[in-house]
């Protein structure tokens, strides 16, 4: 399955040269727990999470298959005044405003 538009256009902004599409490639095989394939929420979770670097990318899809919660977090929590609070919904789309 192709990734959707958005978190493909997301992953051109935030990689570049041949990262871009070694970073695409890990999106399209990141896998859960059960072998199946991640859900674009997950995908843009560990994109997010990435903050432009590979080898964090890489993190991010390898814990998708330990527990895709953790990355959940790590893409749509931040820490604010000692609690971590939902800051981002990557349920959605990237150009879709609230």
Known sequence: ?????????????????????????LLLGARIHDGSLAEPRLQRCALVASKGSLETLQYYVKL???????????????????????????SRAFDVSV
């Open 1 to 25: 399955m192709p990734l959707l538009d958005d978190i493909l256009r997301r992953a051109h902004e935030s990689f570049s040269g041949s990262d871009r599409d070694k970073a695409v490639d």
């Open 64 to 90: 998708l298959a330990v527990d895709f919660r953790d990355v959940i977090v790590a893409g749509e929590y931040e820490p604010v005044g000692g609690e971590l609070v939902r800051v981002r919904d990557l």
